[in-house]
């Protein structure tokens, strides 16, 4: 991979990994740095890159000057009981233009990807979202698409591309690879009813804060869906983060994140997760920086406990349950004996790109909801996009 996108970790924050104990994390992973150069990335599970690209943040002044702490806070975490090599491969400075930082962003990740490596991006405005997405267009799959934020960050096809129009342009502009785009968290008074009726229309899937907050264990079958989550650090309430222009009283609490991060982390198809919009000019005793250090950290340990059970071909290891529905024909489900995660089966009538989507995640729920004789929201709008 092309590797002048990417300048090395600041001596300053390596100096002080001498300070720390052998066993965390800043003395346990590889460092792209001045003195030992750019880490071999050949048994690389998991690369952090920094993006300081913050140009295009809405009212978000600062965002992604300074993501140091950020990785102070990495550094000084406590290594799991992991068997995951994770590497920190550096920043990618901001380009002459904009334009520019999107296609660094879109090839380093396109490369780690094609490596089979899961790459952490810590932003930077959440407009870089795009740039990640864009990584994608060569590589021959359809893309779901998961966003952590109170807002849908739609605008309009006339607005410039910024953080809070980046979803418009993914969702319309050619080459089209997105499948599904689902919001997690957003309020319903910071979005306009005719934004929430749109992604309707477009049968994309959009959770209400307070029905996740109600139960987190509703975001997991999103998220193991994934192939992108992108997380506006503004979506986590004021309190927990300050370090946002944006942020606002209600919003999820800090440990909440570390569990949506988690989750993302376990996910099979996940490749990409970033955390965007972090100002460091308004933390407060390094609040939202050890935040998300530890939700990186939490997100790691997913990864470690991947469970491997997508039934991509052989379901020798699964449970088959088939619900005969009234008038229609009738929905497989089928249980891991390894994790107990379910899926349900979407009938295709052609070999097209959306093979991949043939099985979608779901809850037990959604199966005791078909025993009901009511189809499960999330079939529905999958055949619907598939038809």
């Known amino acids: 991979m092309n590797t002048d996108f990417l300048s090395p970790v600041s001596e300053k924050l390596i100096a002080h990994l001498d300070f720390q104990s052998p066993d965390t994390l800043g003395r346990n992973i590889m460092i792209h740095s001045v003195q ?5 990335l050949d048994e690389v599970s998991v690369a952090l890159i920094g993006v300081k690209e ?4 809405v009212n ?7 993501i140091s702490k950020i990785r102070e806070g990495i550094y000084k975490l406590f290594v799991g009981d992991w068997d995951v090599t ?6 990618i400075q901001k380009g002459n233009t904009v334009k520019d930082s999107y296609f660094a962003v879109a090839e380093v990740v396109r490369a780690l990807v094609k490596k089979n490596i899961i790459v952490v ?5 959440q407009d870089v979202t795009y740039a990640n997405y864009r990584a994608y267009d060569t590589l021959e799959q359809t893309i779901n698409l998961v966003s952590v934020d109170s807002h849908f960050d739609l605008g309009t096809m006339e607005d410039e591309l910024n953080s809070e129009s980046f979803l418009s342009k993914i969702v319309m502009e050619e080459p089209n690879n997105l499948f599904n785009y689902s919001n997690i968290g957003y309020q319903t008074y910071l979005n306009s009813q005719e934004e929430v009726r749109l992604l309707q229309n477009l049968y994309f ?3 209400r804060l307070g029905e996740v907050v109600r139960n987190i264990g509703l975001v997991e079958p999103i998220l193991r869906d994934a192939d992108i989550v992108s997380v506006d650090i503004g979506s986590i309430r004021q309190s927990d983060a300050p370090a946002n222009h944006n942020a ?6 800090g440990d909440q994140l570390c569990s949506i991060a988690r989750y993302a982390g376990i996910s099979d198809k996940l490749t990409s997760f970033g955390v965007y919009e972090y100002s460091s000019l308004l933390d407060q005793n390094n609040q939202t920086s050890n935040l998300i250090a530890q939700a990186i950290w939490y997100f790691i340990e997913g990864v470690n406990y991947r469970a491997k059970d997508y039934p991509f071909s052989s379901k020798e290891s699964y449970q088959k349950f088939s619900v005969i529905l009234e008038d229609d024909d009738p929905i497989n489900f089928y249980k891991s004996d390894k994790s107990g995660r ?10 097209n790109k959306y093979k991949r989507h043939a099985l979608i995640p779901c809850a037990y729920e959604d199966y005791l909801k078909a025993t009901e004789q009511k189809i499960p929201e999330r079939w529905y709008k999958a055949q619907q996009k598939l038809t």
């Open 54 to 57: 913050g140009r295009k943040a």
């Open 248 to 253: 606002n009283p209600n919003g999820f609490f």
């Open 205 to 207: 899937d959009t959770y």
């Open 121 to 125: 991006l810590l932003g930077g405005s």
């Open 36 to 40: 030992d150069g750019f880490p071999d």
């Open 342 to 351: 379910w899926w349900m089966e979407i009938n295709l009538i052609t070999d």
């Open 86 to 91: 994770i590497a920190d491969l550096g920043d």
């Open 60 to 66: 978000n002044d600062g965002c992604g000057a300074d």
